[in-house]
C-alpha cells in the first residue's frame, strides 16, 4: 500500500506512521524534516507499505504546493496500481492561542479533486484537549478533578471548540464535496483506529471498485489469487496497516473467502492432502493476514498444537462413544508419524505441554488425508474460527501494551485465557454452532452449499469475536495479568 504524508515538521506525522504501520521509521530512515517526495521510505519491520513524505505547506510559500500536485499526477499516470498512490493524509496540527488553520497552500490542495482518497488528519488532540480542559476548570474554578456531571459538560464544550476550530472551516472551504477528517492522539487507540477505517472507506470508495484497474494491481505480498480482486488495494490497507482489529478481522475473511474457503467442502484445494498439510495452508495465510511484527512465534509448531486441541472434539461425533476415542487405541506410533506433536512453546515458567492423550487424538486427524465428510468439514470450520480469534486477542493485547513484538508470555497468556473461556457455556457454543450447521445443511458438499458455507463461516467469526470479548477478563483485559 502506497500513501503519501504530507505535513509541516512538529506535526507529528512520524509518529502517526509508525503507530499506525507498528514501525520505527524516523530512527532508521529520515532525520526530521529532511526529506524528498520521491523517495519511498519502508521499514523491515512492516513491508507492506510504502511512504512518500512531504513537508506541508508553509505560510505564503506555494512552490512545494506545485511538487506535491505533480508527483501525484505523476503517479497516478503510471500503467500499475501498486506504483500510484492510493492515499493521501494531509497532516495539520490543530491550532490554540488563535494560531490559523489552513495555510494558502493548505486550502488550494484540498481545492483540487485528485480522484484518489486525500484525507486530513488534525493531529495532536491530546495536547489540545489538555489545553482547553485547563482554561475550562481554570475559569470555572476548579481545583480538583470535577465530577461525572461536570466532566462531562467540559469535554462537550472542548469537542464542541475542535468542530469549530478545524471542521467547520473545511466545510466552508469545500462547500460542495465532502473532505474527510478526524483528529488522532498517538496514545489514543480509539482515534487512530477511526482514521485507519476512515481510510480503509476511502479506498474503497474511490479505489476499491474499479475491476479494470485492480486487474493491473500487484500489491506486494498478496497471494495471486487475491492480488486481482477489485478490491485488491484496499485488502493491501487492510493488512498493512495494525491499528484496527475489525479490519484484519476483515482482511482475513476477505483472503479466505478468495484462497479456500470454498474449497472446504471440496476436494480440489486439498486433494490428496492430510489433514496436517490443510491446516498448515489455512493457519499460514490466516496468521499473514493479521501482520504481525515477528510472527514466527505463531507458526510454531507449539502454537499451532494449542489451537489443534482446541478444535479435537469437532473430529469425533459426539453420540458415538467410539469416535473419537478409537484415535486413543492407536498408540502413540501416530503422534509420531504426525512429525512429533508431542509439545508447546516455552513461557517464563517453562514450556507449555499438551497432555499426550489429547495430542494423540490430535494426531490420528492430522494423518488422515482429506475426505468430504462432516468431521473433516467441522475440523477446518474450527480451526479457522478459533484461530482468528485468538489472533485477536494477541493483536488487542498488543494494543493495550503499546507493544509490537509478540512474546511467549503473551501468547501463553492469550492461549490460557481462551482455554477457559471455551469450557464456560458461552465458549461451548461455537462448536456446537459448527455441528449444528454442518449436520442439519443438506448437501453441504455441494457446488450449491458452498456460498453459504462462505457466509456462515463469515457469521460465526464475527458472532464469536463479540461474545468471546464480552466476557470479563478475556482477551480484551488481558493486560492486568500479563507477567512483566
Not at 488528519?121 to 470535577?146: A, Q
Not at 465532502?178 to 480503509?200: W, Y
Not at 479505489?207 to 489469487?225: C, M, Q, T, V
Not at 492407536?330 to 516455552?346: C, D, E, I, K, P
Request: contains cysteine; hydrophobic residues 40%.
Amino acid at each position: 500500500f502506497r500513501i503519501l504524508v504530507v505535513g509541516r515538521s512538529g506535526t507529528g506525522k512520524t509518529s502517526l506512521i509508525d503507530r499506525t504501520f507498528g514501525v520505527d521509521i524516523k530512527a532508521s530512515h529520515y532525520k526530521s524534516g529532511v526529506c524528498s517526495i520521491d523517495n519511498e521510505i519502508t521499514s523491515t519491520k512492516n513491508d507492506r507499505f510504502i511512504l512518500h513524505d512531504s513537508q506541508g505547506f508553509e505560510h505564503g510559500e506555494l512552490a512545494n504546493l506545485q511538487t506535491v500536485k505533480n508527483f501525484i499526477e505523476r503517479r497516478k499516470a503510471m500503467p500499475s496500481l501498486e506504483d500510484r498512490i492510493h492515499a493521501v493524509w494531509l497532516c495539520i496540527q490543530i491550532p490554540y492561542a488563535g494560531g490559523r488553520l489552513l495555510e494558502k497552500g493548505d486550502e488550494e490542495f484540498l481545492r483540487v479533486n485528485f480522484g484518489l482518497p486525500v484525507i486530513v488528519v488534525f493531529t495532536k488532540y491530546d495536547l489540545f484537549r489538555s489545553t482547553e480542559r485547563k482554561e475550562i476548570m481554570e475559569s470555572e474554578g476548579y481545583e480538583t478533578w470535577p465530577d461525572d456531571g461536570a466532566d462531562e459538560r467540559i469535554e462537550t464544550a472542548v469537542d464542541m471548540k475542535y468542530k469549530r476550530l478545524c471542521v467547520e472551516p473545511l466545510k466552508r472551504l469545500a462547500s460542495k464535496r465532502s473532505i474527510p477528517s478526524t483528529s488522532v492522539s498517538i496514545h489514543d487507540n480509539e482515534r487512530l483506529e477511526k482514521l485507519v477505517k476512515l481510510t480503509s472507506d476511502e479506498v474503497r470508495e474511490r479505489i476499491g471498485g474499479g475491476r479494470n484497474r485492480a486487474s493491473r494491481a500487484r500489491p506486494a505480498n498478496l497471494n495471486e489469487s487475491v492480488r486481482n480482486r477489485p478490491d485488491a488495494v484496499w485488502l493491501a490497507w487492510a493488512v498493512a496497516q495494525r491499528a484496527s482489529a475489525d479490519l484484519s478481522i476483515e482482511a482475513s475473511i476477505a483472503i479466505g473467502k478468495a484462497r479456500y474457503w470454498r474449497a472446504l467442502g471440496s476436494s480440489f484445494q486439498f486433494q490428496k492432502k492430510s489433514m496436517q498439510e490443510c491446516l498448515d495452508l489455512i493457519h499460514k495465510d490466516i496468521v499473514n493476514a493479521w501482520n504481525f511484527r515477528e510472527p514466527l512465534r505463531l507458526h510454531d509448531l507449539g502454537f499451532k498444537m494449542e489451537i489443534r486441541h482446541i478444535i479435537d472434539d469437532l473430529f469425533g461425533d459426539p453420540s458415538d462413544d467410539s469416535e473419537p476415542n478409537t484415535a486413543l487405541s492407536r498408540g502413540v506410533g501416530l503422534v509420531t508419524a504426525a512429525h512429533g506433536l508431542v509439545g508447546g512453546f516455552s513461557s517464563a515458567a517453562g514450556p507449555i505441554v499438551i497432555p499426550l492423550a489429547a495430542t494423540v487424538a490430535v494426531g490420528y486427524y492430522l494423518v488422515t488425508v482429506y475426505q468430504q465428510t462432516p468431521p473433516v468439514l467441522r475440523v477446518l470450520m474450527g480451526y479457522i474460527i478459533n484461530l482468528t480469534t485468538i489472533l485477536e486477542g494477541l493483536f488487542n493485547l498488543l494494543q493495550s501494551e503499546g507493544s509490537q513484538t509478540l512474546s511467549p508470555e503473551m501468547i501463553a497468556h492469550i492461549i490460557g485465557n481462551y482455554k477457559e473461556f471455551k469450557c464456560s457455556d458461552r465458549g461451548l457454543e461455537c462448536h456446537a454452532d459448527i455441528r449444528n450447521f454442518v449436520g442439519k445443511t443438506p448437501n453441504i458438499f455441494s457446488l450449491a452449499y458452498r456460498k453459504k458455507l462462505c457466509q456462515e463461516l463469515s457469521h460465526l467469526i464475527q458472532a464469536y469475536r463479540f461474545r468471546v470479548v464480552q466476557e470479563v477478563g478475556i482477551l480484551r483485559d488481558v493486560h492486568t495479568a500479563v507477567v512483566a
